[in-house]
């Protein structure tokens, strides 16, 4: 596609609830990053996948989250048993290379109730 | 971990006047960039900087890098109301490492 796209764009979940949040980044873009940004926030880092280097974890808040890319493309964030401390706007972003341009995604807003 | 420091956290002008954010870093950066977030939008990439002292221009915005590399600023010229919104530094420490983003200056612009 032309941009990186997420889905669902809006996702309302009971709390103790699992998600999952869905990434796809541009064609040919090495790196994916996920991000999280509460209301009136700036971004706060998650996890950062390049190539086929093992991901830096080092973001994630605790271990309810994890995410995967798969085949090198699209990625998947996932929340278990969702907090309502969870809810906030996920970003998802990709480069070219791990240090280029980030081209965010629209995000996914997470409420938790 | 490495930290960017970025000031003001918010910045309230009179449409036409001067407007500039800074970031500042302890480390040497191999790059900074610059990305713009309108209010109930995503982050929009707008420049990268890669060297020292280097100056850039895009109409109304200039953007440094310090001489040491360490620090950034954005200036906006003359703000208008279409300026609003979150503006984010991401540095760029080198290696295969990711970007590390400030909180933003978030800009009100007053008509």
């Known amino acids: 596609g032309a941009g990186v796209s997420q889905s669902p764009s809006n996702k309302v979940t009971e709390k103790g609830k699992d998600v999952e949040l869905r990434c796809d980044p541009i064609s040919g873009h090495t790196a994916l990053y996920w991000y999280r940004q509460s209301l009136g926030q700036g971004l706060e880092f998650l996890i950062y996948?390049?190539?086929?280097?093992?991901?830096?974890k080092s973001g994630l808040p605790s271990d309810r989250f994890s995410a995967e890319r798969t085949g090198g493309s699209v990625s998947t964030l996932t929340i278990q048993r969702t907090q309502q401390e969870d809810s906030a706007v996920y970003l998802c972003?990709?480069?070219?290379?791990?240090?280029?341009?980030?081209?965010f995604g629209p995000g996914t807003r997470l409420l938790v109730l | 971990g490495q930290q960017v420091m970025q000031i003001p956290q918010y910045q309230h002008v009179q449409e036409g006047e001067d407007f500039t954010t800074y970031c500042n870093s302890s480390?040497?950066?191999?790059?900074i960039q610059w990305y713009k977030q309108r209010p109930g939008g995503h982050p929009v990439f707008l420049i990268q900087?890669?060297?020292?002292?280097e100056v850039k221009k895009q109409k109304r915005l200039t953007f440094q890098f310090g001489e040491a590399k360490k620090n950034s600023s954005l200036h906006i010229t003359a703000t208008q109301t279409t300026d609003v919104g979150t503006y984010f530094c991401a540095a760029d420490r080198g290696g295969n490492t990711p970007l590390v983003f400030g909180k933003g200056t978030r800009l009100s612009v007053i008509a």
């Open positions: 996948f390049q190539g086929n280097s093992a991901p830096d």
């Open positions: 972003a990709s480069s070219l290379q791990g240090e280029g341009t980030q081209y």
């Open positions: 900087l890669v060297k020292s002292g």
């Open positions: 480390t040497t950066l191999s790059n």
